[in-house]
């Protein structure tokens, strides 16, 4: 019989190899009883897969696996961060560190190493935040941590964190007394301490001195009738300001920074260091002198020492004529007010004592007239204006200043009301924008006055309309309100109902129209819960108000923010 060449078919049992399969554990149509019994480790796995698994499902064999693989994971992260941390790429050594934590190791060494290790790499990145972060995660793993104790002193030294960085080289040595890089940190954040101690000291000692240098000051200022004012466009850092005399040692004698203001050219010289004993004419000459040449504004050559003359302006605007022979001393002498009037004296304004200097003959005589002229418009506008306590504490702006000399002009010219005008002031006044790009001025007038003015107001309201012809005049009472109390307040005494916010608003109304009266008030609720509030008034003065309706309205607004509209009853409902 001939050989048989090349693979042979092989003959194999097809029930026998499928009963074979059935014995493997992934193959099983059931798995045996625990009576049974078996040796077979994948079996025993799947058993307990089946009747002792975790109420979430996770098998033993899969918990045991799962942990073992974490703790590789991370160990690899760890391993892959150091070797990135040798080359100094230290954003990416962050990163794997980062996965190492995440992974969860259960090895506490592990998982400390892990936050030290990327506490480093921030430490390299001044990220100083995040390093007291993760040493903070590694102290709670181990208290005794040197690289986390250490690298926490490194970085709150270079937060000026002294007090705590030397607290954590304290605990380090502790119990590693021998460690030389904590040892070194520790020398080095004692020297900055030292150096920070002497540093709040000098502060102190340099504040104290300022703050008695200051209080001298004020003691000397009062005693010359001095005065300090700041004006809103005056600068913070100013580089001259009012000293003693460091050669006096018995700090009596000042100096001033001083203002030569020349009036007839609009322009001006400094002296940083005027000592208050030295007379003016001494500088006079020093700027000015006789054959020297006149400076470029001087076009006329007028402004020589022989010819000028030196004006002194006190806080009530006072004009003083300097003498050749008078020193400052003796001008802030010169400045005291007399005996039975109010305080007067100097004024220090934004650090600067101001003079103006001018050359004798028609110029001077012009520019004193000019300034009295000023100085008394300037009074009768101040004086028409009184700031009540809800009033702005601010200087009188373009509006209130031109309803003041308006009133000034009024009293002045019309003879009915010189005797009413004479006593009344106004609070303050602002301009409201009404519909049709009109303005409308509103007058806000001390309550205690309200009586007073309403005497004049038909009339008064009238003039000042033809004076201000493009905008209508109303005039309201400066009325204060009070918060509802509650029970943290500090004031104990009940609220006026003259003060409650539906009070000062229903005011506000009838100040309003007067003398006009309100005959009936009606408020309508929209669907979308806004309201308006509609005001009727008495129709026998609707031919001299109709026209001012609109500026009731803005002007109730602005001052409420409720919407409002005024009307008159129709012919037939009267």
């Not at 309803?403 to 002045?412: C, G, H, M, T, V």
Request: hydrophobic share 35%; net charge neutral; glycine share 4%.
């Amino acid at each position: 019989m001939a050989s048989q060449i090349g693979p042979q078919p092989l003959e194999v049992d097809l029930d026998e190899s499928l009963a074979s399969l059935e014995s493997l554990p992934l193959f099983m149509k059931s798995l045996p009883s625990d009576s049974e019994g078996t040796d077979d480790v994948a079996l025993q796995a799947l058993q307990s897969l089946a009747y002792d698994g975790s109420p979430d499902g996770a098998s033993t064999l899969s918990l045991i696996m799962s942990l073992t693989s974490s703790q590789e994971n991370a160990q690899n992260f760890k391993e892959q961060g150091n070797d990135y941390f040798k080359g100094k790429r230290y954003r990416e050594a962050i990163g794997f560190y980062t996965q190492g934590v995440d992974a969860k190791p259960t090895d506490p060494a592990l998982l400390e190493a892990l936050y030290c290790n990327r506490a480093a790499c921030n430490l390299e990145l001044n990220n100083y935040g995040l390093v007291l972060k993760d040493c903070s995660h590694a102290l709670s793993l181990n208290t005794k941590s040197s690289k986390a104790l250490y690298r926490s002193a490194t970085a709150l030294l270079t937060l000026d964190r002294l007090e705590e960085a030397l607290d954590c080289c304290i605990r380090c040595l502790a119990f590693d007394p021998n460690n030389p890089a904590v040892q070194s940190l520790r020398s080095r954040v004692e020297s900055a301490k030292t150096a920070q101690d002497r540093q709040r000291q000098e502060k102190e000692v340099r504040l104290r001195r300022e703050k008695e240098e200051k209080n001298l000051l004020q003691i000397a200022f009062k005693e010359r009738h001095l005065y300090q004012t700041n004006s809103l466009q005056g600068t913070a850092d100013n580089p001259y300001s009012p000293h003693f005399d460091s050669d006096d040692p018995t700090r009596t004698t000042l100096i001033f920074p001083v203002f030569f203001l020349y009036p007839q050219y609009a322009t001006s010289d400094v002296i940083t260091d005027f000592v208050e004993d030295t007379t003016f004419h001494a500088h006079i000459s020093q700027m000015f002198p006789p054959k020297a040449r006149t400076p470029t504004w001087d076009e006329r050559q007028e402004y020589t020492a022989s010819n000028l003359v030196v004006y002194a302006m006190t806080r009530r605007k006072r004009l003083l004529k300097v003498g050749k022979k008078m020193t400052l001393q003796d001008v802030c002498k010169a400045a005291k007010e007399k005996q039975g009037e109010p305080a007067d004296g100097l004024e220090i304004k934004d650090g600067y004592l101001t003079f103006a200097v001018l050359p004798r003959g028609s110029e001077e005589q012009t520019w004193v007239d000019e300034f009295k002229r000023t100085r008394d418009a300037s009074m009768s506008v101040n004086h028409k204006i009184l700031r009540t306590a809800n009033a702005p504490q601010t200087s009188p702006d373009e509006t209130e200043t031109s309803l003041a000399q308006a009133l000034i002009d009024l009293e002045n010219n019309v003879p009915e009301l010189k005797a009413e005008l004479r006593p009344l002031q106004i609070s303050t006044a602002r301009e409201v924008d009404v519909r049709g790009g009109k303005k409308a001025i509103v007058v806000f007038v001390p309550v205690p006055q309200q009586k007073a003015f309403r005497k004049v107001q038909q009339r008064l309201t009238r003039e000042l309309e033809k004076k201000f012809s493009d905008r209508h005049v109303v005039f309201v009472a400066q009325r204060r309100m009070l918060s509802k109390p509650t029970r943290n307040s500090r004031t104990k005494q009940k609220r006026p109902r003259s003060r409650t916010l539906t009070s000062v608003h229903e005011k506000i109304l009838e100040d309003l129209v007067f003398p006009t009266e309100i005959i009936g008030k009606r408020t309508r609720v929209g669907v979308d819960g806004s309201k308006l509030l509609k005001v009727i008034l008495d129709s026998k003065d609707a031919t001299s108000l109709e026209y001012k309706l609109d500026s009731f309205s803005s002007v109730y607004r602005r001052l409420t923010g409720k919407d409002v509209v005024f009307e008159f009853p129709p012919a037939n409902q009267e």
